[in-house]
């Protein structure tokens, strides 16, 4: 029995080879996958559960089917996603879970979580989280027709993509005491997120007792997942194959 994490696969109607890579992915897992969950940031935009998601038919399927056949799919809000709501949760058989929460694993307890709440150096996007995160600046936004909030999503989306090339890049990374702070909150020694695109296994003093901060690695030219089982967990990459098309 095992299980897996995957996050930040940002998919996209232009990326049809990063939704055929996780269709694969899932495929590949459904004998003995326990639980998945994906931490966020799966898809690059997201304005709404009742707008079109073209390319996403055949994910959706075989997501439900994954569920239906006993693996338990869980699904944590990133920063681009963070309006999947309910609906699309009960089409693929999925839980939402809180933006942190402490999970039991087969290696013990872990605090998991997307990520982008630990870049506490980042004032502005903490700003910005602050106020889209806001449940009525959620209605409101899900009040408008679909042409206004596909508009209003590319203006903010331009404009984080902008401001972020000007960061440098610690501000960008987790704030190493806020990763301390969440750790101790939890009461736990072990980590997962990503939204970083920074992959790698992190080993944290944290008040002499020794923790790990696993992050998840974005989807591109490579893809990655964590897997977790009795014997230890692995961070996986692996290539994403360009089809011709
Ligand atoms: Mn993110």
């Not at 239906?68 to 681009?80: L, S, T, V």
Request: aromatic fraction near 8%; include cysteine.
């Amino acid at each position: 029995m095992s299980v897996y994490f995957v996050s930040d696969l940002h998919l996209k109607p232009e990326r049809p080879d990063l939704t055929r890579a996780f269709l694969h992915f899932l495929h590949t897992i459904q004998e003995d996958a326990d639980s998945l969950f994906l931490l966020g940031d799966i898809f690059e935009a997201w304005i709404g559960d009742d707008a079109p998601t073209p390319g996403l038919e055949s994910l959706i399927t075989q997501l439900k089917s994954l569920s239906d056949n006993g693996c338990k799919i869980f699904f944590q809000h990133g920063n681009r996603d963070f309006l999947v709501g309910e609906s699309f949760m009960q089409m693929i058989g999925a839980t939402l879970l809180p933006e942190i929460t402490t999970e039991h694993l087969p290696v013990g307890d872990a605090v998991i979580l997307h990520g982008d709440q630990l870049c506490t150096d980042d004032q502005e996007y903490m700003q910005f989280r602050s106020l889209v995160r806001d449940s009525a600046w959620q209605q409101e936004f899900l009040s408008k027709s679909l042409e206004e909030r596909l508009s209003i999503a590319r203006q903010l989306r331009d404009t984080s993509k902008q401001r972020t090339t000007e960061k440098s890049d610690y501000i960008t990374d987790v704030n190493p005491h806020t990763v301390k702070q969440t750790l101790d909150d939890s009461k736990v020694t072990l980590m997962i997120h990503g939204h970083t695109h920074r992959p790698a296994i992190h080993e944290i003093d944290l008040n002499g007792q020794q923790a790990k901060r696993i992050v998840l690695g974005d989807w591109d030219q490579l893809g990655w997942y964590l897997k977790v089982d009795s014997d230890g967990f692995d961070l996986i990459s692996f290539e994403i194959k360009k089809a011709a098309d």
